[in-house]
């Protein structure tokens, strides 16, 4: 072991109070070993056979099996991986894909990697993978990225340095941090079924199968079918700037895209791009409005989500609808049925006769919707909104969980 990295003694700025000895930098080297992965032809391809844990089966630190490939055990020759192995991409298409990594756990248990993978096995796997998530592991990971491929090869993962408490320390960590690990998988859980339940509810509320009554329990009357352009002022689209001779700014008028919109149907005014007020009044036609409907209608079809008074001012390019509803409909209502399931099949009918994977304004003002009364769409928007507000606190819970998680992994590692 190089002497030179324990000249200074390391103490992290949190800790278990029972244990005050200093850590100590160790390259991984010095506590285990890395595992290189196989390389397979398309000929060794089976549907029932040995799994090949790729990138691909690597999301959010966590082993996923929806992308498998098999091989034929015949065929090929591998280094099968152990429960608690430490599963990295070490080369990939896509240089922020380096590095990523996840525990491997018994069921994945005896399976193989493919050659742009490495599995790192020591007996302190459960606290080095908590190191992997640490921004030590990332900056380390950055330094060794091939200058002309996107890798990062056995020799330098091994030289890869951080601190080491003693054993017990290091038990004593990797499972307080496993149990905030576990703390925000059941929050993201909550998340998903939140979100499940409304797009379930969704689906019974736009076809009718569950119907809201007044508050003296009576029947709204029946829903009519209508053309959104019937129940619209304008349906409209903008314009690139730089068609007409602007330039993005820094600083300006917000000019919302369809990737401003985020899943909660909230736009990203900080993540906006600026323009001019030379630029929106040049693009008068489709200067926006308080309660203004945006529809994606090219790339990403379907997002949507209302112009609110603190976007304004604001434009938008050709890639959003602009639907501007008369006054004899509720927008949150609208907005919420253009989010039904209703309205996904209907883009795919439209793109099933179409080449190009957009819609025309002519076809977004032809979407047939199922209106009921102004009062029970107003009851349908707030229900629907609460049940938002609840995907939306617990997403706030699931950010600031990590927030906490990434604080906690700068103090207590070294």
């Known amino acids: 072991m190089n002497n030179n990295f324990n000249i200074k003694p390391l103490f992290p700025q949190l800790r278990f109070p029972e244990f005050k000895d200093p850590w100590q930098k160790k390259q991984l080297s010095e506590v285990g070993t890395v595992v290189s992965g196989l390389t397979y032809k398309p000929s060794d391809v089976v549907d029932d056979g040995i799994l090949v844990l790729r990138s691909s089966n690597i999301r959010k630190a966590k082993l996923s099996f929806k992308d498998n490939v098999y091989v034929n055990p015949k065929t090929v020759s591998f280094n099968a991986v152990m429960e608690s192995d430490i599963l990295i991409c070490v080369r990939n298409g896509s240089k922020r894909l380096i590095g990523k990594n996840a525990l491997v756990d018994k069921n994945a248990e005896g399976s193989a990697f493919g050659a742009f993978m490495s599995v790192f096995r020591s007996e302190s796997n459960k606290f080095i993978f908590q190191l992997f998530n640490s921004d030590t592991y990332k900056k380390q990971v950055h330094r060794n990225l091939g200058a002309t491929i996107n890798s990062i090869n056995?020799?330098?993962?091994?030289?890869?340095?951080?601190?080491?408490?003693?054993?017990?320390?290091?038990?004593?960590?990797?499972?307080?941090?496993?149990?905030?690990?576990?703390?925000?998988?059941?929050?993201?859980?909550?998340?998903?079924?939140?979100?499940?339940?409304?797009?379930?509810?969704?689906?019974?509320?736009?076809?009718?199968?569950?119907?809201?009554?007044?508050?003296?329990?009576?029947?709204?009357?029946?829903?009519?079918?209508?053309?959104?352009?019937?129940?619209?002022?304008?349906?409209?689209?903008?314009?690139?700037?730089?068609?007409?001779?602007?330039?993005?700014?820094?600083?300006?008028?917000?000019?919302?895209?369809?990737?401003?919109?985020?899943?909660?149907?909230?736009?990203?005014?900080?993540?906006?791009?600026?323009?001019?007020?030379?630029?929106?009044?040049?693009?008068?036609?489709?200067?926006?409005?308080?309660?203004?409907?945006?529809?994606?209608?090219?790339?990403?079809?379907?997002?949507?989500?209302?112009?609110?008074?603190?976007?304004?001012?604001?434009?938008?390019?050709?890639?959003?609808?602009?639907?501007?509803?008369?006054?004899?409909?509720?927008?949150?209502?609208?907005?919420?049925?253009?989010?039904?399931?209703?309205?996904?099949?209907?883009?795919?009918?439209?793109?099933?006769?179409?080449?190009?994977?957009?819609?025309?304004?002519?076809?977004?003002?032809?979407i047939e919707v199922n209106l009921p009364s102004i009062k029970e769409q107003m009851q349908i928007a707030s229900f629907l909104f609460s049940i938002e507000n609840l995907v939306e606190s617990k997403s706030k819970q699931i950010t600031k969980a990590k927030e906490w998680k990434k604080g906690l992994l700068q103090q207590m590692f070294v």
Do not use: H
């Open 154 to 366: 056995g020799s330098d993962l091994k030289k890869f340095t951080f601190g080491f408490p003693s054993k017990d320390e290091q038990e004593k960590i990797a499972s307080f941090l496993a149990s905030v690990d576990n703390w925000i998988e059941n929050l993201e859980k909550q998340k998903n079924s939140l979100e499940e339940y409304k797009k379930g509810i969704m689906q019974k509320i736009f076809s009718q199968e569950i119907r809201f009554k007044d508050k003296n329990g009576c029947e709204y009357p029946e829903w009519k079918k209508i053309k959104l352009r019937k129940l619209s002022k304008v349906i409209t689209k903008g314009t690139t700037p730089t068609s007409l001779g602007f330039s993005y700014l820094k600083e300006g008028v917000n000019f919302i895209k369809a990737e401003n919109i985020n899943q909660y149907s909230e736009i990203s005014i900080s993540e906006t791009m600026k323009v001019s007020s030379e630029c929106n009044q040049a693009l008068s036609r489709s200067s926006l409005e308080e309660n203004d409907i945006l529809f994606s209608i090219a790339g990403t079809l379907g997002r949507t989500a209302i112009v609110k008074k603190k976007d304004l001012p604001a434009n938008t390019n050709q890639a959003l609808a602009v639907i501007r509803l008369n006054s004899t409909v509720d927008v949150f209502f609208i907005e919420k049925f253009l989010n039904s399931q209703m309205i996904e099949k209907y883009i795919l009918q439209m793109l099933s006769v179409g080449a190009q994977p957009n819609l025309s304004l002519k076809q977004v003002g032809n």
